[in-house]
């Protein structure tokens, strides 16, 4: 009678703690979801983080997220691989106004503490020019003053006011989440102005800057919902249209 109390003993404990194991195992399962989905994350990658359309590295890439910046994981998908060193899977993010997927290991749940900021230094008051179709579509200037003032001209020929077709924009610009925001107006040469936004807020104008290791300026592209008209023919809404201004 005794042999078979301890045994019963040994059965319940050891029933108790498969129990308390599964209920901890489910605990960590759920507090992992709750933390992966709906949740905001932090992008930890010098130099952005890829979005593309797809969870693969060679899907076509919706938008760079500036390093620092802030993302909502909506969802993963497969296996945990590694890529440059990170380990993670993919997950589709929403930053801003753009969903898409990015490589998991370089998202943190905590902000750093000193993100890194574009440095405008090399190209403010400088003119910023894109002429690898020159000979082909309009010439095109742009100029970020130190006062928080563009300045963009367009033409069929190189700064050529005489052009019927030259325009000019004047706005203002700021930073805003990695990104450099215009609002303004433009003036062609019959002098009638229209506004570039609709209710002149900063949006949806976005240069997106490329850094090199250093975190200097290389590159940069326009991103828009509409193009700014006839003169940016050749850059409207084609985010990887925009790969050759050079700062002169």
């Known amino acids: 009678m005794k042999h078979n109390r301890i045994t019963s003993t040994i059965v319940i404990l050891s029933t108790f703690a498969v129990l308390q194991f599964c209920s901890k195992s489910r605990d960590s399962q759920e507090a992992n979801s ?4 709906n949740d905001t994350m932090y992008v930890e990658a010098n130099g952005g983080l ?11 890439k919706v938008v760079t997220i500036p390093n620092g910046s802030q993302v909502i ?3 993963e998908s497969g296996e945990e691989i590694q890529l440059s060193g990170k380990s993670g899977k993919w997950a589709k993010v929403k930053f801003v106004d753009k969903e898409g997927w990015v490589f998991g290991g370089f998202l943190s749940d905590k ?7 574009i440095n405008l230094t090399p ?3 400088k003119v910023i020019s894109y002429c690898s179709q020159c000979q082909d579509g309009p010439f095109t200037t742009f100029s970020l003053k130190s006062d928080d003032t563009f300045v963009m001209h367009c033409s069929e020929t190189p700064l050529s006011k005489s052009d019927p077709k030259h325009q000019t924009f004047n706005g203002e610009w700021k930073k805003e989440n990695g990104f450099i925001v215009l609002k303004g107006s433009y003036e062609s040469k019959d002098m009638k102005s229209r506004q570039i936004e609709s209710q002149g807020s900063f949006n949806p104008i976005k240069i997106e800057f490329e ?3 250093s975190n200097e300026f290389t590159r940069l592209k326009f991103i828009s919902e509409q193009s700014f008209y006839t003169c940016m023919q050749t850059w409207d809404v084609n985010q990887n249209a925009l790969d050759a ?3 002169k």
């Open 34 to 37: 709750s933390r992966l989905y």
């Open 211 to 213: 850094l090199n290791g």
């Open 123 to 125: 190209i403010l008051n």
């Open 245 to 247: 201004w050079e700062i």
């Open 111 to 117: 902000k750093a503490e000193a993100a890194n900021e």
């Open 50 to 60: 890829r979005m593309r359309a797809a969870a693969n590295t060679s899907a076509a």
């Open 73 to 75: 994981v909506l969802e």
